[in-house]
């Protein structure tokens, strides 16, 4: 149980074009959601938290019109890069946790590669 | 705001010796910390974690971590190495009540496991 997904696995992109990134729980219900960015050999940063219905809540320094999160359900979140460019290249991964209690269940990643 | 500190870039350790990641914290409330490892392009992977209870828990893969509320410290341990444990580990914490749920992150240690 608790399998998170992640699609596309991998995107390579031009710049100045926009990229989805999907996450779902499969197997149970996720109240909450995160997103995090990670670069080569580095830990993870978290970008923004999203809870089911509710517009999602940023971390400093991640701009909101940049990165936009929505979690219309509790098995789906979305994270769209808008006018993605180089510097945007990086690991992207999402967890998700259902209540207040539980551990994070992290996705498998996906890769954004901009030319 | 919960910090984690994982003071080593590096484990090397031959295989069949025991293996140590360290990991010590810092909370404002009550510390709920977690294991993960990280392989290549992969997302991550728990593997243990520490709510309450026994100070020593055990976690998949033959690993096991032991909780030191006076020393603040979650160190992970794995009596025998094997070469397959080479990976990238993280240790997260979790300040409960206060954090709204999120992780701060280690830096993470890569773990060498040498034949």
Same mark, same amino acid.
């Given at each position: 149980g608790a399998v998170v997904s992640q699609h596309p696995s991998w995107v390579i992109c031009k710049s100045g074009t926009s990229v989805k990134i999907e996450c779902r729980s499969l197997d149970f219900q996720a109240t909450t959601m995160f997103w995090y960015r990670q670069f080569p050999k580095q830990s993870l940063m978290l970008m923004a938290t999203s809870n089911e219905g509710s517009k999602a809540t940023y971390e400093q320094g991640v701009e909101k019109d940049k990165f936009l999160i929505n979690h219309a359900s509790l098995t789906l979140s979305t994270l769209t890069v808008t006018s993605a460019h180089p510097e945007d290249s990086s690991f992207y991964i999402c967890s998700a946790a259902s209540g207040s209690y539980n551990e994070q269940f992290f996705g498998p990643g996906t890769r954004l590669t901009v030319l | 705001a919960q910090s984690v500190a994982q003071p080593e870039d590096q484990v090397n350790v031959a295989e069949g010796n025991p293996l140590t990641v360290k990991c010590t914290y810092s909370v404002s409330g009550n510390p709920y910390l977690f294991w993960y490892v990280q392989y290549p392009n992969r997302g991550l992977q728990f593997l243990l974690k520490y709510i309450t209870g026994d100070n020593l828990v055990k976690g998949s893969y033959g690993?096991? *971590?032991?909780?030191?509320? &006076?020393?603040? &410290?979650?160190? $992970?341990?794995? %009596? &025998? *190495? $094997?070469?397959?444990? &080479?990976? +990238?580990?993280?240790?997260?914490?979790?300040?409960? %009540?206060?954090?709204?749920?999120? +992780? *701060?992150?280690?830096?993470?240690?890569?773990?060498?496991?040498? %034949?």
């Open positions: - | 690993f096991e *971590a032991e909780f030191n509320k &006076s020393q603040t &410290s979650f160190h $992970l341990k794995k %009596p &025998s *190495a $094997l070469v397959s444990d &080479s990976a +990238l580990y993280f240790c997260a914490v979790r300040d409960f %009540p206060y954090g709204n749920n999120r +992780l *701060a992150f280690g830096k993470g240690n890569q773990v060498v496991v040498i %034949p």
